[in-house]
């Protein structure tokens, strides 16, 4: 089985939060961070952290983004890190994640590929099985944290390749950005838009909830197993005391 991670993240955000995600990263899997043009002069031994240039690669997204500045109004393009404006409707400045994630998995050899974002932090590392027994099990074509009363938590997706309906799901997530269907939706946000798709697109195939108890909605992760191998600094708080806070 062959697994890998994927991220991405530029200079600011590196400086500011994933500094951190570099320096504990300690899986055993190839994982790929696309870039801005700019990657950290690092002095960790990290044979599995491959970079590539998300714009380089990626030429739909220059163009996305420029398409649609004057309709994105919320977007955080090129502002401050910390969003000031909605989010729901930013969908600039969460459109990285989707063509990154989407440009590794639609030309890859993996069979699993676990997207994560870039203010995670690794406690300890993990072997192929735990991935499959707590992650994502062989039948099961995603996993994902599920909140039925409110948007999915999309910091940690996997993706089971080998599964055709993946594959499908995962091309017309992508085509949402490239022919601006996203647009169409209530709100322009990467979890909100990957919600729409999921449910469209793999309606009927079996998907791995990650955290079917959850006591706080803002924050699912102490619920997942994934709490046990890596700590999500999801939000500002957290990011910038740069541990977990409750």
Known sequence: MK???VTTFNKKLYEYYAHRFIATYCWPFDCYIYHEGWT???QYDLPHIKYRDINETNPELKAFIHRN??????????KDIVPTTDYKMDAIRFCYKIFAKTHLMLDCDYDYVFWV??????????????VINKFLPQDQSISFIDRPSYYSECGFVGYNLTKPATKRFIYN???HYTKDLLFQEREWHDSYVWDCVRKKWL???PQYNLAPTIRKVGNPWPDTPMSEYADH???KKRKDAGVMLK
Do not use: C, H, M, W
């Open 3 to 5: 697994i890998a991670l």
């Open 233 to 235: 600094l999801k939000g």
């Open 203 to 205: 309606i009927g195939e």
């Open 69 to 78: 500045l004057s309709r994105n109004i919320d977007s955080q393009y090129d």
């Open 173 to 175: 997530l992508r085509e």
């Open 117 to 130: 974002d870039a203010d995670i932090v690794f406690k300890k590392t993990i072997t192929e099985q735990e």
């Open 40 to 42: 950290p002069k690092i």
